[in-house]
């Protein structure tokens, strides 16, 4: 029991996504009554696996764990929202949408309701109302990355490219040291076709993060074409002819050792990676 | 982040013996200067044991503490960093949408307990 | 010198005992008097979080590409000057008026009120009990040694003209102990119990006025005008220059992983010093040249003008 309190703290702090892991450990713990022995953390423990059994379809633990909740903590908003989250998954919108507005009305700057209602916006099949609401929070809550992440990513959807890029420059601006960040923006200008500063972003992630796999394939794909390209007009911020054959060079070898690392990858996919490495 | 480690039993047993002589050093302090006072001796120096169990004592310490401590963590904050997946980094949680299939898939599915 | 131990068992820690029960008391009765956290206004975070920002901006913008940060220092700057972020738009210079019916600033007033009267109550209230009951000895030892100018202060009471200075009244102690016992409160009660930080508080602003404690206070307490502050923020963001730090990524990459020496990094830094120093020769020389040409097209057009 102590290990799976650990593996839910663990997955609680890192926020990944993993409903199957949280409700295999979480449903017997709350079952049994033993997530109560957890003290503080019970409370969360019953959010996050209330949240992972809205993943799974187990509405029943969900409103299980929803219903302890509400005993302990009555009325209060964050138990309302995950109330509101259980409605909108069980597909009524509606009634989903009068909890959060209100939740909204009676505290206008509560984070969690707006942010629920954007994305129920968009479980209704209205993504421009979606974005024009993340629009409207972000204009007022302009540090929350994870906002400007989501409305990067429903600007993606919508192949709304430019958009998504000014989103992911805001996100740079707040955590100019994340490579995972520079690596999404690379990615979007690769898409746009600027490969030139696309080069540019996709060295900073190695720059960042040494060996990183997927920033090196970007500067390999970007330099490459770069290279076969005809050179461009605006050659002052261009980067030299040298320095992109320098690039080419470093992130063919690069690759091909980390692939080549004994227990890196199956033979058949080094080989395959070679030989396309090979082919760029 | 804060995983907690297995505590060290050894290393938290001699901090407790190091506690246990630096409260008895003190103590024995004290008593010698009652003494003193009583038998209206002058002021002079502790006397050599107390010194040599508060040494002791403050050895102990530091081998306790040395070995309750965590590990160290990089200083470079490109290890930390290199060591996060894209999954935690891109989660998004407050805003999980969940109209999707896996409530559809796993609905009835009785999850094995493998890890 | 010997004291009676009796001292010890009935001042100095009947002493601290009372001033632990008090604090933590205070404490509780802050927290009653608090009542539930005031909600928080849209608009007044809007305001703060336009001008954090312009700080962002300012800090990080050399991480974005130059036509982002340019896009975005001019819509800031338009912006600050329109005053979208205002809370309140005033229509031209709104006298201030009698600034105690504002009703945020009476609030937050009140607040800095109780919050100061909490403090002076208990204190005034033990002061005058030790002073009352526990004056005309001298209580403990400080282990330093102190100049003869303190012993009027820590000795009151006690007026002797040899006693060293190191014995103390027990009006000192109960100071030690109320800068002192802040560590005690903070384990006891956790962090953010009313005596912490309220101490250099309360040192430092003066008394009359409540303590900062509204986002439009200024530590003088006066209402701040936001839009003052907008346009000193715009002129420091008119004054930042955009430094893109992926100018030479490619270089510092090929040094990291050793394919370049690192001397070519200081050479690419030499080349661009002297390149701007070049550039700021010539700007000089153009500022010193267009006034001259501007104002001789200025007595051309004029000329034309008038005609």
């Given at each position: 029991m102590v290990n799976a309190a650990k593996v839910l703290q663990d997955l609680r702090a890192s926020a990944e996504r993993k409903p199957d892991v949280v409700v295999r450990l979480g449903k017997p713990l709350i079952d049994s009554g033993?997530?109560?022995?957890?003290?503080?953390d019970a409370w969360l423990v019953y959010e996050q696996v209330a949240i992972a059994a809205l993943d799974m379809g187990d509405d029943a633990l969900a409103l299980k764990c929803i219903q302890a909740l509400e005993t302990k903590f009555p009325g209060s908003p964050r138990v309302r929202r995950l109330q509101g989250m259980q409605l909108e998954a069980s597909g009524k919108l509606a009634e989903a949408g009068l909890i959060y507005k209100a939740i909204l009305e009676e505290d206008e700057t509560n984070v969690l309701a707006s942010k629920r209602q954007v994305m129920l916006l968009r479980a209704m099949g209205l993504p421009s109302e979606a974005i024009s609401a993340l629009v409207k929070y972000l204009d007022i809550n302009y540090t929350d990355f994870e906002g400007w992440l989501q409305l990067a990513d429903l600007y993606l959807d919508e192949l709304m490219y430019a958009q998504a890029a000014f989103c992911m420059e805001e996100v740079l601006m707040l955590q100019p040291q994340n490579h995972i960040f520079h690596l999404k923006y690379a990615e979007i200008l690769y898409t746009q076709d600027n490969f030139q500063l696309a080069l540019k972003q996709f060295c900073r992630v190695v720059e960042l993060c040494r060996d990183h796999v997927r920033g090196l394939y970007g500067i390999k794909m970007c330099a490459s074409r770069l290279l076969k390209a005809a050179p461009s007009k605006d050659a002052a911020a261009a980067t030299s002819h040298e320095d992109l054959e320098a690039m080419d060079l470093l992130a063919t070898e690069r690759l091909i050792a980390l692939y080549g690392a004994p227990g890196a990858a199956a033979e058949s996919s080094k080989v395959a990676a070679t030989k396309w490495i090979e082919i760029q | 982040m804060a995983v907690q480690q297995a505590p060290n039993h050894f290393g938290r047993l001699v901090c407790l013996v190091a506690f246990f002589l630096f409260f008895h050093s003190g103590y024995s302090t004290f008593e010698h200067l009652s003494y003193l006072k009583a038998v209206d001796?002058?002021?002079?120096?502790?006397?050599l044991d107390i010194t040599i169990e508060l040494l002791a004592s403050v050895a102990l310490f530091g081998l306790g503490i040395v070995l309750v401590a965590d590990d160290f963590k990089e200083i470079l904050m490109e290890t930390e960093m290199a060591k996060q997946s894209i999954e935690s980094l891109d989660?998004?949680?407050?805003?999980?949408?969940?109209?999707?299939r896996g409530r559809a898939v796993f609905k009835n599915v009785i999850l094995k307990d493998e890890m | 010198m010997l004291l009676d131990p009796a001292i010890r068992d009935w001042v100095l820690i009947p002493i601290m005992i009372v001033m632990v029960l008090v604090g933590v008391v205070r404490h509780q009765v802050t927290v009653l008097l608090n009542g539930t956290p005031k909600k928080a206004d849209l608009k007044s975070a809007r305001e703060t979080k336009a001008l954090q920002r312009c700080g962002l901006l300012r800090a990080?913008?050399?991480?974005?590409p130059e036509h982002a940060f340019h896009g975005r220092k001019a819509f800031l700057s338009e912006a600050f000057e329109k005053g979208t972020y205002l809370k309140e738009t005033n229509?031209?210079?709104?006298?201030?008026?009698?600034?105690?019916?504002d009703p945020a600033y009476v609030e937050t007033m009140m607040d800095g009120m109780k919050k100061n009267m909490m403090n002076i109550v208990p204190q005034t209230v033990i002061m005058g009990w030790i002073n009352f009951f526990f004056s005309g000895f001298v209580l403990v030892k400080l282990p330093f040694p102190l100049t003869v100018r303190f012993k009027g202060m820590l000795q009151r009471g006690v007026e002797t003209h040899d006693m060293d200075v190191s014995w103390v009244s027990s009006l000192s102690w109960y100071f030690l102990n109320l800068f002192g016992l802040q560590s005690v409160f903070t384990l006891i009660l956790g962090s953010g119990h009313a005596a912490d930080a309220m101490r250099d508080m309360q040192a430092m602003s003066t008394m009359g006025m409540g303590a900062?404690?509204?986002?439009?206070?200024s530590p003088t307490g006066q209402p701040q005008d936001m839009h003052k502050i907008f346009l000193a923020e715009k002129e420091n963001l008119d004054l930042t220059e955009h430094e893109w730090g992926l100018e030479n990524v490619e270089t510092r990459l090929l040094v990291k992983y050793g394919k370049k020496p690192a001397s070519v990094l200081l050479d690419q830094k030499k080349a661009k010093i002297a390149k701007l120093a070049g550039r700021q020769a010539t700007k000089e020389f153009a500022a010193v040249a267009a006034p001259s040409a501007a104002a001789a097209n200025a007595s051309r057009k004029k000329g034309r003008r008038q005609v």
């Open positions: 033993a997530v109560l022995k957890l003290d503080a | 001796g002058r002021e002079s120096g502790l006397p989660a998004r949680p407050s805003f999980y949408s969940f109209n999707h | 990080h913008g050399v991480h974005i229509t031209g210079n709104k006298p201030r008026g009698n600034v105690m019916q900062a404690a509204g986002p439009n206070l």
